[in-house]
C-alpha cells in the first residue's frame, strides 16, 4: 500500500497568512493527488483533484503543485472559515490511502 | 444539485452484521464509480471501499476485506455497503462518495453528509 505522510499535523496560523501544507507519498503516483478540506461535524470536501486542479467554485487562493511524491497545498491570504483539517489522498492505485491530515487553527 | 443521503447506520453488537444504502441523486448514476469512506472518531479519513459504473470491479481496504461487500443497484440509483463481523474499530462515520466515470484515476469529488456505525455491546 502507497502510505502518506503530510507535514505539519497541525498548523497555528493568523488571519490573512500564507501557509503550506506538504504531502510526501511512499512511491510514485505520478498526478493522482487530491486535496480535501473538512471543519467539525462536515462531510469532507474537495479542494484539489490531480494534484493542481482546482475544483469548480473553490477559491484561488487555494492551489496544488507537485508531483511524483511530493506535493503541497498552499492557502493564501487566510479567512476564518479557511480554519479546518485538511487532508491529501492518493487515488494513483488501490486500495487508496490518505495523508493522517493537518489541522489548521487560528493563532 | 448532485446529492447523496446516506443511512442504515445504528447501533450493533460485535459480530453483528449491518447494511448501509446510499440514495443518489442529481447525476446519472449509473455513469459512475462510487466508494465508501469511513472515519473513527477523532481520527482521519480511511477509504474502505469503491465499485465501477457496472458493479463488475470492486476494491478493498485491508481492514474490511473478507467482511464488507460492496455493491450498487444502478436502477434505483443507490449504493450499498454489506458489513459482517463487524468490530468495535469499525465504529465511525460511513461517507459515500462519487468518483469519475472510471473506477481508476478519478477524485472522489462529491460526498454525502455520513451514518454513523457504532460497534458495542
Known amino acids: 500500500d502507497i502510505q502518506m505522510t503530510q507535514s505539519p499535523s497541525s498548523l497555528s496560523a493568523s488571519v490573512g497568512d500564507r501557509v503550506t501544507i506538504t504531502c510526501r507519498a511512499s512511491q510514485g503516483i505520478s498526478k493522482y493527488l487530491a486535496w480535501f478540506q473538512q471543519k467539525p461535524g462536515k462531510a469532507p470536501k474537495s479542494l484539489i483533484f490531480d494534484a493542481s486542479t482546482l475544483q469548480s467554485g473553490v477559491p484561488s487562493k487555494f492551489s496544488g503543485s507537485g508531483s511524483g511524491t511530493d506535493f503541497t497545498l498552499t492557502i493564501s491570504s487566510l479567512q476564518p472559515e479557511d480554519f479546518a483539517t485538511y487532508y491529501c489522498?492518493?487515488?494513483?492505485?488501490?486500495?487508496?490511502?490518505f495523508g493522517q491530515g493537518t489541522k489548521l487553527e487560528i493563532k | 444539485e448532485v446529492q447523496m443521503l446516506e443511512s442504515g447506520g445504528g447501533l450493533v453488537q460485535p459480530g453483528g452484521s449491518l447494511r448501509l444504502s446510499c440514495a443518489a441523486s442529481?447525476?446519472?448514476?449509473?455513469?459512475?464509480?462510487m466508494n465508501w469512506v469511513r472515519q473513527a472518531p477523532g481520527k482521519g479519513l480511511e477509504w474502505v471501499s469503491g465499485i465501477s459504473i457496472s458493479g463488475g470491479t470492486t476494491y478493498y481496504g485491508d481492514s474490511v476485506k473478507g467482511r464488507f461487500t460492496i455493491s450498487r443497484d444502478n436502477s434505483k440509483n443507490t449504493l450499498y455497503l454489506q458489513m459482517n463481523s463487524l468490530r468495535a474499530e469499525d465504529t465511525a462515520i460511513y461517507y459515500c462518495?462519487?468518483?469519475?466515470?472510471?473506477?481508476?484515476?478519478?477524485?472522489?469529488?462529491?460526498w454525502g453528509q455520513g451514518t454513523t456505525v457504532t460497534v458495542s455491546s
Open positions: 442529481g447525476f446519472t448514476f449509473s455513469s459512475y464509480a
Open positions: 489522498q492518493q487515488y494513483n492505485s488501490y486500495p487508496y490511502t
Open positions: 462518495a462519487k468518483s469519475g466515470t472510471s473506477i481508476y484515476y478519478y477524485v472522489m469529488d462529491v
